[in-house]
């Protein structure tokens, strides 16, 4: 079973229309990550959380939210989909002082 | 100015060759560096930390300068199962690894 999950694995969602995407991680790790990557531009960090009572911004926050519901789970929410918000998503996780990432399978959002 | 940059590519080469390339980073006071693999429309997966005194893994080698700033990824007699996208990764401050573009890795037989 694969360390990093994430639900769903692909979504057509309308403009305006709110979204949550899901990670969930048997790993054990305390930090959880939410990137978004897009063609040329490499994995840009929309939200971070180094415990369950820890969130903070990324880069990119603006149009997001996320939601630590327990140290395994880590939820991004678009509050209203918006066209330039298609991308692939990823999660990700590391923990404690060690910056080894490790990512979920991602979730190809596509916004109409 | 990116914080991380890598030459896009692509680098096409033929299989058994050695293929080289770099990634440069903007924040001297970056402390961990590492290099990922990604495969098309896949997750980023870890392929080697580099370390200050390098890092070598069967055909991979890894190198870092930091007098220059960069980090280095060669890969000796490459194999078709090589083509990829290489992502670069440094720390930015205590919380962020910052990645670059990636660099993509043509391998043909």
């Known amino acids: 079973d694969a360390d990093v999950t994430q639900t769903p694995r692909n979504r057509i969602t309308k403009t305006g229309k709110r979204i949550m995407l899901e990670c969930s991680q048997t790993?054990?790790?305390?930090?959880m990550y939410w990137y978004r990557q897009d063609p040329g531009l490499g994995l840009r960090l929309i939200y971070y959380s180094f415990d369950v009572k820890d969130i903070n911004k990324g880069e990119i926050s603006d149009g997001y939210s996320v939601s630590r519901q327990a140290q395994a789970k880590f939820s991004l929410s678009l509050e209203s989909a918006i066209p330039n918000q298609t991308a692939l998503y990823f999660c990700?996780?590391?923990?404690?002082?060690?910056?080894?990432?490790?990512f979920g399978p991602g979730t190809r959002l596509t916004v109409t | 100015r990116k914080e991380v940059e890598q030459d896009p590519g692509p680098f096409n080469v033929p299989e058994g060759a050695t293929v080289a390339f770099n990634c440069t980073y903007s924040n001297s006071a970056s402390q961990s560096f590492f290099w990922y693999r990604q495969d098309c429309r896949k997750e980023p997966k870890l392929l080697m930390s580099?370390?200050?005194s390098g890092n070598e893994d069967g055909r991979f080698t890894a190198q870092l300068n930091r007098a220059s700033q960069y980090i280095s990824l060669l890969i000796r007699d490459s194999k078709l199962s090589d083509s990829a996208t290489y992502l670069c990764?440094?720390?930015?401050?205590?919380?962020?690894?910052?990645f670059g573009a990636g660099t993509t890795v043509t391998v043909r037989a």
């Open positions: 790993k054990g790790h305390d930090r």
């Open positions: 990764a440094a720390t930015f401050n205590d919380y962020k690894l910052s």
């Open positions: 990700a996780t590391s923990h404690g002082a060690n910056h080894e990432q490790y």
């Open positions: 580099v370390y200050s």
